[in-house]
């Protein structure tokens, strides 16, 4: 009887999900596969159709021995994201306790801090480029980049070098992550910041003994959460030398697709290696 309930409850979830897992073959899974395939041939667009040739895994090799720019974007890339990461969880875990505060007119606040997520579409933000509204207001001015370059080691200078000119970029990626801060800080036991405080903690000293360990369950997410989206982002540089390799002569679509399937293998590695970070972190918290 148990047996019949249970596999009665089961198809009913099956029937609510099946338009959705229907779409996900089709749309999704079917698309997957056959980029792969792409990727293993010589692929060429003409009036009757998709033509093929095999040939093996000259596209992954070309990709790596002859593709100079496609290794230099994706290193490029991945200096970003270990810029990009930390100061976009640093921000959106300050502008939370913020918002968190008894303040008036914080509804309105949480509103403008999300509206990016709305508005930072591709073409917003690549206007938005064009207009050097992504950069601090002046700060180019007193700041010489080449002079900054010849001063500091390259690793700093081209830090520094991409904070000034993204800044504001990176502050856009924080709305959704500024909002689960936010809602995990709610839920937070009052109480605990009562009894350290008659035990004579300081507001610092709660931050990093109760706020900050209670915080990174989320952290984690929210530092999965970033990497998708920058990795996914419409003028991600990767992105866009992928979409220009599908129609650059010589290359095509095979050979798009080979560079797709290496970079989505760097960033399985990439979430890997947080993801394993994260892991062993909480498990010496918990031991």
């Not at 093996?56 to 990709?63: C, L, M, P, V």
């Amino acid at each position: 009887m148990k047996l019949k309930y249970a596999l009665r409850e089961a198809l009913t979830g099956y029937a609510f999900i099946s338009i959705w897992i229907c779409g996900f073959l089709l749309f999704t899974m079917f698309p997957l596969f056959r980029t792969i395939w792409f990727s293993l041939n010589n692929v060429k667009i003409t009036a009757t159709g998709i033509e093929t040739t095999f040939t093996g895994f000259k596209n992954f090799q070309d990709a790596f021995l002859l593709d100079v720019a496609f290794a230099e974007t994706l290193i490029d890339y991945l200096f970003q994201l270990v810029v990009l990461v930390p100061i976009i969880i640093v921000f959106s875990i300050i502008v939370a306790i913020l918002l968190n505060l008894k303040i008036r007119g914080k509804s309105i606040l949480r509103t403008i801090y999300f509206l990016p997520v709305i508005i930072t579409s591709g073409p917003v933000i690549q206007k938005l480029i064009d207009e050097g509204a992504t950069t601090f207001p002046g700060l180019e001015q007193f700041i010489e980049l080449s002079v900054l370059q010849q001063t500091f080691p390259a690793p700093i200078a081209r830090v520094i070098s991409f904070l000034v000119s993204s800044f504001i970029i990176i502050l856009w990626f924080s709305g959704v992550q500024i909002l689960i801060f936010l809602a995990g800080l709610q839920k937070l036991d009052k109480g605990m910041y009562e009894a350290a405080d008659i035990d004579g903690a300081s507001k610092w000293e709660s931050f990093w003994k109760l706020t900050l360990p209670a915080m990174n369950p989320l952290i984690a997410v929210n530092i999965i959460y970033t990497i998708v989206t920058y990795s996914f982002f419409a003028l991600n540089p990767i992105i866009a030398l992928i979409l220009e390799s599908m129609y650059a002569t010589g290359k095509g679509f095979g050979y798009a697709s080979a560079l797709a399937w290496i970079y989505f293998a760097v960033l399985l590695v990439v979430l890997g290696m947080f993801t394993y970070v994260i892991i062993r972190k909480e498990k010496r918290l918990t031991s």
